[in-house]
């Protein structure tokens, strides 16, 4: 067995889009195995178990990840995760990576790749609600994508902000207040918030939101009238109605699970897609264990590794 402890060093970012966008092809098609994942929840936070198989690439396994949004007042990450990967045909565990990083690769393609399939133009204003490492990894995949022109970005702390266009480059990017912010081609929304942050009137016809922080039972970002005017796609229905953006609103009645327009892999396949640039079309990301394994498949070919002896 092979220990992967910095897989995510080096991994270019166009593979991991391309690889995380055939991975969603491969779930509308009804080609990969991936039950919801599971929640173990604590006071402050929670784990998660994510499993999956993935016949076209060969891969099975599993991830373990935990999200505590008080983490980093403790200098950790908010998120972090473990991917197991076994053999299919024997179980036997063939490789352990450090997912941290990969984790936030892994989630940064998906946006990518709804922004790609669902921005109203190539040339395109982000706006970024949030200034973590998500919003890094929404805006470096996003990139590779689209021409992103300007990035303007909020957060609760405005110091944070100005770091990160400190570190994005301010010839284009500006921290800005967040009703300014939404006023945008693509919106991306990486905070834990369980209290709508953005308020419907601030959201213009056209507009493609990704909504990525709501990734747990409570959470939600926006608020629900703006859910009521968009076209939403998710990554995985169950997933979104358990714990997406959409979870809130379902519960007090607020939207309908019928109303979910389709998941981001039939965007992909062609299924489903933007049917005009005044439409507002949303992704509500949860993160799919498929994600885990087909960047786990690209890092253990090139990462280096330790032996591990098992069993």
């Known amino acids: 067995m092979r220990y992967y402890p910095n897989p995510a060093r080096g991994l270019d970012i166009a593979r991991v889009n391309r690889a995380i966008e055939e991975a969603f092809a491969e779930h509308a098609r009804g080609n990969v195995q991936m039950p919801p994942k599971l929640y173990i929840t604590f006071e402050k936070g929670d784990f998660r178990t994510m499993p999956g ?59 990518a790749v709804a922004a790609k399939y669902l921005a ?98 409570g959470k939600q970002e926006l608020e629900p009238a703006i859910l009521q005017r968009a076209t939403v796609y998710v990554d995985d229905p169950a997933q979104a109605i358990h714990s997406g953006e959409v979870n809130v609103p379902i519960r007090r009645g607020l939207f309908a699970p019928g109303r979910i327009a389709g998941t981001l892999g039939e965007v992909v396949i062609g299924r489903k897609g933007r049917k005009s640039p005044d439409e507002i079309t949303l992704f509500d990301s949860t993160g799919l264990a498929i994600q885990d394994l087909a960047i786990a498949a690209i890092a253990s070919a090139t990462a280096d590794s330790v032996e591990l002896p098992f069993p």
């Open 53 to 111: 198989y993935i016949p076209s690439l060969g891969i099975a396994g599993v991830k373990i990840v935990n999200v505590h949004p008080h983490n980093p007042e403790r200098g950790l990450p908010t998120v972090m995760a473990l991917t197991v990967v076994l053999d299919v045909q024997t179980g036997l565990p063939v490789a352990i990576l450090n997912a941290t990083d990969l984790t936030d690769l892994r989630t940064g393609a998906a946006g």
């Open 120 to 217: 109203p133009r190539r040339t395109v204003k982000l706006g970024l609600v949030g200034s973590g490492r998500q919003a890094r990894a929404q805006l470096m995949a996003i990139r590779r994508e689209l021409d992103v022109r300007e990035v303007l970005v909020w957060s609760r702390n405005r110091d944070k902000a100005e770091k990160f266009c400190d570190e994005m480059g301010r010839e284009i990017c500006r921290a800005e207040e967040l009703d300014v912010v939404c006023d945008c081609d693509v919106l991306v929304t990486t905070t834990p918030s369980r209290e709508p942050l953005v308020k419907d009137r601030w959201i213009s016809g056209g507009t493609h939101i990704n909504a990525i922080g709501a990734d747990a039972p």
